[in-house]
């Protein structure tokens, strides 16, 4: 069956990155579309963006260039988010989730993670 | 940026009664390929969102027939017959047509 686990939570200091990985399995990878969210709790869903894992191909959010990079590594089907200078506005839960881009809709999702950017 | 703007519910719900979730757009969903992109989530406490409703109207695999997805390509209505009480959560109707994807603020379920 198909899973999206995302790794454990962050807690990160001020102008400081942090990665976060998102590991699937049960389906191909390499010609799939993830996308990543951040949701602040007790608020809604914001899209981050979207990379292809066939080519690398990504399209972002305006509002989040410049702050999120999206990589993916098909070797181990993994799907990575690195968040850079982080503020105390970027605390969220983030989650990923797979898109299907066939049919329009995310229809696999991970766990999500908690980044808490605190000194 | 496509502004999704979703109703409110008159909570609680009372167990078994219809419950029905508006949603509007701020830019017609509707493609010239003749399909909505429209999705409808539940968000569960302290879960992920799960799909209910993709291209407006098209329930998800294994998802209970008590929900369906209704509108026009800017106007959408997310009915629940007979609710229950895993139902409980917050609803987020959610746009696929262009970058950025956007979701509505979402609307809270409680069950009375």
């Known amino acids: 069956q198909v899973k999206l686990q995302q790794s454990g939570a962050e807690l990160v200091k001020p102008g400081a990155s942090v990665k976060l990985s998102c590991k699937t399995s049960g389906y191909t990878f390499s010609t799939s579309y993830m996308s990543w969210f951040k949701q602040i709790p007790g608020q809604s869903i914001e899209w981050i963006g979207m990379?292809?894992?066939?080519?690398?191909?990504?399209g972002y959010n305006q509002k989040f260039k410049g702050k999120a990079t999206l990589t993916v590594d098909t070797s181990s089907s993994t799907a990575y988010m690195d968040l850079s200078s982080l503020t105390t506005e970027d605390s969220a839960v983030y989650f990923c989730a797979r898109e299907d881009y066939n049919n329009y809709y995310f229809d696999y999702w991970g766990q999500g993670v908690m980044v808490t950017v605190s000194s | 940026d496509i502004v999704m703007t979703q109703g409110a519910l008159p909570n609680p719900v009372p167990s078994g009664e219809s419950a029905s979730i508006t949603c509007q757009s701020s830019k017609s969903l509707l493609y010239s390929d003749g399909k909505t992109y429209l999705n409808w989530y539940l968000q569960r406490p302290g879960q992920s969102p799960q799909l209910l409703i993709y291209?407006?109207?098209t329930r998800a695999s294994g998802v209970s027939d008590r929900f369906s997805g209704s509108g026009s390509g800017t106007d959408f209505t997310l009915k629940i017959s007979r609710v229950e009480a895993e139902d409980v959560g917050v609803y987020y109707c959610?746009?696929?047509?262009?970058?950025?994807?956007?979701f509505g603020a979402g609307t809270k379920l409680e069950l009375k």
């Open positions: 959610q746009q696929f047509l262009e970058f950025p994807y956007t």
């Open positions: 291209w407006m109207s």
């Open positions: 990379i292809y894992a066939g080519d690398g191909g990504t």
